[in-house]
């Protein structure tokens, strides 16, 4: 059995489902960064209390709000130089995994569509806020230096894993995440079924 | 599944993580993605002449637009992926280098569009640009590499019975 055009026939579904779950998230950004960033105002104060005051929505990405500002190019407490030194997160460059997501799982038919699909966006939801984790964590380092390694607080990781960290949230977890989450939940479905060394391989 | 699990996430945080390290990156990533923007310039060129390219940037002499390949830009990391996946799954060891070779192929064919087609864009509309290339080209380079992988299961499904799976 020659099942190469049904591959093609899905990856065209696919391509086209893409454009209604892009625009739809596009038009929700504020919505889809909304919670993730209230929950990363819950930890990343209590994780770095001497570093960050507080995570803000900034239209639909995240600003991590320091106790530190600038002034004569040194980094003062906030209160000296008059303003407070933020980073903008682009949320969208972690959640764009929900539109691709969207797009495999109603590509495919199965069975309990929409529960499937809620846990699925539950999953990828806890993704995003760990990547925003590790992007601000990049950015503390790279924008407070020392300050950052340096802190008496709680656990703060080594520059090489926060990089690592940093690298594997923004080029690999976004694409990856939503197709192994796809595999998984379709596994039953007929088109994965069709593949049958997948039987005889797992 | 368990061990196609576990060998695919192993070898892929492997492999990402040596990817970064600074000897591989100057070795091979650098010169790679060098190439890239050559091998881009040339498939440029015939129909536009401003197009020139330095190391792994691509530049319009005229406007002075330029596109700089970067970490994520350069197709590795979806090789990696497909690598991964390939290593992880049973299969006879010739069947698995068709199937990166073809892969790395593909998602590298793929890639040059992407580096041409975001260096138009760029030229064009910026926030479109910024747009395609954070948000759109990733997901479709890694469509791509599921459709290999999809591709590559049915071929060994339907390969004549000749060898184990477990090879």
């Not at chain 1, 489902?17 to 993730?36: K, R």
């Not at chain 1, 990049?138 to 990089?163: I, R």
């Not at chain 2, 498939?43 to 637009?65: C, E, W």
């Amino acid at each position: 059995v020659n099942t190469q055009p049904s591959h093609l026939r899905f990856a065209g579904t696919v391509l086209l489902l893409l454009v209604p779950s892009f625009v739809l998230w596009m038009a929700l950004g504020p919505w889809i960064a909304g919670p993730v960033v209230a929950l990363c105002n819950l930890v990343l104060p209590a994780w770095m209390p001497e570093l960050v005051a507080a995570v803000q929505l900034s239209e639909s990405g995240a600003l991590v709000l320091t106790h530190y500002g600038e002034l004569d190019g040194k980094l003062v407490a906030a209160h000296r130089a008059g303003y407070q030194l933020g980073f903008p997160v682009d949320v969208r460059q972690l959640s764009y995994s929900i539109p691709f997501y969207a797009a495999l799982h109603f590509s495919t038919r199965q069975e309990s569509s929409f529960e499937k699909f809620s846990w699925g966006l539950l999953a990828l939801y806890l993704l995003v806020f760990i990547g925003v984790i590790c992007v601000s964590l990049k950015n503390l380092m790279v924008g407070l230096g020392g300050l950052f390694s340096n802190q008496a607080a709680l656990l703060v990781p080594d520059g090489n894993v926060v990089a690592i960290l940093f690298q594997l949230n923004t080029l690999i977890i976004p694409p990856l995440a939503p197709v192994l989450l796809w595999v998984w939940q379709s596994r039953d479905s007929a088109m994965l079924r069709h593949l049958s060394v997948l039987k005889s391989g797992s | 599944l368990f061990r196609f699990v576990s060998i695919f996430l192993l070898s892929l945080l492997s492999l990402f993580t040596l990817e970064l390290l600074e000897p591989v990156q100057r070795i091979f990533i650098v010169p790679f993605t060098g190439l890239l923007a050559e091998a881009s310039a040339t498939l440029i060129s015939p129909f536009d002449d401003a197009v020139m390219f330095s190391g792994k940037i691509l530049r319009d002499a005229r406007t002075g637009f330029a596109v700089s390949i970067e970490s994520g830009c350069n197709g590795v990391e979806a090789s990696i992926v497909l690598f991964a996946a390939v290593l992880a799954f049973p299969a006879p060891w010739r069947y698995r280098l068709g199937a990166v070779l073809f892969g790395v192929l593909t998602i590298q064919l793929l890639n040059l569009g992407r580096i041409i087609s975001l260096y138009y864009l760029g030229q064009w509309n910026l926030d479109v640009f910024s747009w395609v290339h954070l948000y759109l080209w990733p997901a479709l380079i890694m469509l791509d590499v599921l459709v290999v992988f999809m591709v590559y299961l049915s071929y060994l499904s339907n390969r004549p019975v000749e060898e184990p799976l477990d090879a």
